[in-house]
């Protein structure tokens, strides 16, 4: 039987159309929470749907790009009146480019920022109206273990994740007085849409590393935890445990930190 923490609990989710944002809307499901999964592929929110077998009656689904303004206002609004209000708040959806820094383009260099960190700002403050309201509000953000060691090829991506992280210490301050608590967690080694390729949203993808990548600088961010059924990427449902114990009310006394779920890689 699963942990029943989210019996009564609203739950808004990006990226909940694969990968780890959509194996955090099943756990939470599985809990008891009321979800609405938002994400810019409506392919992707149909194949949640369809994961989601017995609970469906307490999902929602949201089509929504969290790089555009005007998108995310209408999806929280929307998320919100069809959940009821709002207790806590997923940040999972983010794009990953691995290029050569030198090969780096301008407009890829600010799409990855714009997707990961703006998409995270303009999430974070369309849903702070719902969350003062809420139950034991909670946001959970997507920061990387590339925002704090050295990740090759993923400057761009690392500088976005660095800039989440900070912004999560920050608005756990400023909003401690009024109880809305501010996390985030630094996946690592972890199988997804963005690190296999394989995902079909924007906001859930990129290409993999550049042909001529010298592996050996990745030596120091291998997994020391063996990976069920070998290689090195653990299963979404790593991270979704963690973010289900991070927005639930049993982390009522945690707040403005990180929690890292990379098996032990960067010790």
Do not use: C, W
């Amino acid at each position: 039987m699963p942990l029943q923490r989210y019996l009564d609990r609203r739950v808004l989710i990006t990226g909940g159309g694969s990968g780890i944002g959509q194996a955090t809307v099943l756990r939470i499901l599985d809990e008891g929470g009321r979800v609405a999964a938002a994400d810019i592929s409506e392919s992707g929110l149909k194949d949640t749907v369809a994961r989601a077998e017995a609970n469906r009656d307490r999902l929602t689904t949201v089509v929504l790009d969290v790089s555009s303004e005007d998108s995310v206002k209408q999806g929280v609004a929307q998320a919100v009146e069809a959940l009821g209000g709002l207790d806590a708040l997923v940040n999972a959806a983010g794009i990953l480019r691995s290029v050569h820094f030198l090969e780096t383009t301008l407009a890829d260099f600010e799409q990855v920022l714009r997707i990961n960190l703006i998409g995270t700002f303009l999430m974070t403050r369309e849903a702070i109206p719902a969350l003062r309201t809420g139950t034991d509000p909670a946001v959970v953000n997507f920061s990387s273990t590339s925002a704090a060691f050295a990740h090759p090829y993923m400057s761009a991506y690392a500088a976005s994740k660095g800039g989440i992280q900070a912004m999560t210490h920050t608005l756990a301050l400023e909003f401690a007085k009024e109880r809305i608590r501010f996390n985030s967690v630094q996946p690592g080694s972890i199988s997804s849409g963005m690190t296999d390729g394989t995902g079909e949203s924007k906001q859930s993808i990129g290409p993999g590393l550049p042909d001529d990548a010298d592996f050996s600088l990745f030596g120091k961010i291998m997994p020391t935890l063996p990976v069920d059924g070998g290689g090195m990427f653990a299963k979404p449902d790593a991270v979704a445990a963690v973010v289900a114990m991070l927005a639930s009310s049993d982390a009522y006394f945690v707040t403005g930190t990180e929690v890292r779920v990379d098996g032990g890689t960067h010790m």
